[in-house]
């Protein structure tokens, strides 16, 4: 079975400022991958990022970085200079690559508001 | 290349009566997921069709049912709705000959209100 925590049901930053939100993560596959997704008002979940279990460096997407710790099973979202747009619900989740197939188990997620 | 679309955006129903979501995959995807988004919760997994057979299911009774069309375009059925089944229900494409990690894109979502 895959499990994903975040603990911070909220973050606040103001605009400019980096940002962290935090994913542990626990899973009996070896091979496995870490996704985050941001989700606005409107529903649509919006994909940011993806660290494979066996890639050797973090992940980057623009302003996005995934910090990727291995050993202590986390996937910590870094966004740098923080946008208004920013504001949303982001959810850390995981796909088992052993699975016959291919789905992704959530955390509940962290709600991140941006202030000017 | 269209994204994945979903309809209806809203939808009220009463206890007990069915409901059918529908969901149009992105351009050259084959599988398509469904989760259930609660309020204040993420999304859970309720079952995935793959060249339209179900290949996965999650933790859902099985009033809970889907089909999976040759265009690869999918439906959730709920029947005898209850209370607890209000919430955004998420449709979400993905090929097996795409990127090594599958990458699922995600439709707006459907959210069905049950009163």
């Known amino acids: 079975a895959q499990k994903i925590t975040q603990t911070q049901p909220g973050m606040f930053v103001q605009e400019k400022e980096a940002v962290t939100l935090d994913c542990t993560y626990d899973?009996?596959?070896?091979?496995?991958?870490l996704f985050w997704y941001k989700q606005p008002s409107s529903g649509e979940m919006i994909f940011l990022i993806y660290?494979?279990?066996?890639?050797?460096q973090n992940a980057t997407e623009g302003r996005y970085s995934l910090n990727f710790q291995k050993a202590r099973k986390s996937a910590n979202l870094v966004i740098s200079a923080s946008q208004l747009g920013d504001s949303a619900m982001y959810f850390c989740?995981?796909?088992?690559?052993?699975?016959?197939?291919?789905?992704?188990?959530f955390g509940k997620g962290t709600m991140l508001l941006v202030s000017p | 290349e269209t994204g994945v679309t979903q309809s209806p955006t809203h939808l009220i129903k009463t206890r007990g009566q069915q409901v059918t979501l529908r969901c149009s995959s992105q351009?050259?995807?084959?599988?398509v997921s469904w989760y259930q988004q609660a309020l204040g919760q993420g999304p859970q997994f309720i079952f995935q069709?793959?060249?339209?057979?179900?290949?996965g299911r999650g933790n859902f009774p099985p009033r809970f049912s889907g089909l999976q069309f040759p265009n690869y375009s999918s439906e959730l059925n709920v029947n005898a709705l209850e209370l607890d089944d209000s919430a955004l229900y998420l449709c979400?494409?993905?090929?097996?000959?795409?990127?090594?990690?599958?990458?699922?894109?995600f439709g707006p979502g459907t959210r069905l209100t049950v009163l």
């Open positions: 979400a494409s993905s090929s097996t000959s795409a990127s090594s990690y599958n990458e699922q894109f």
């Open positions: 899973t009996s596959d070896p091979s496995y991958g």
């Open positions: 660290q494979g279990s066996y890639d050797q």
């Open positions: 351009s050259g995807h084959n599988t």
């Open positions: 069709y793959y060249r339209e057979e179900e290949n």
């Open positions: 989740a995981m796909r088992g690559m052993n699975s016959g197939y291919s789905t992704l188990t």
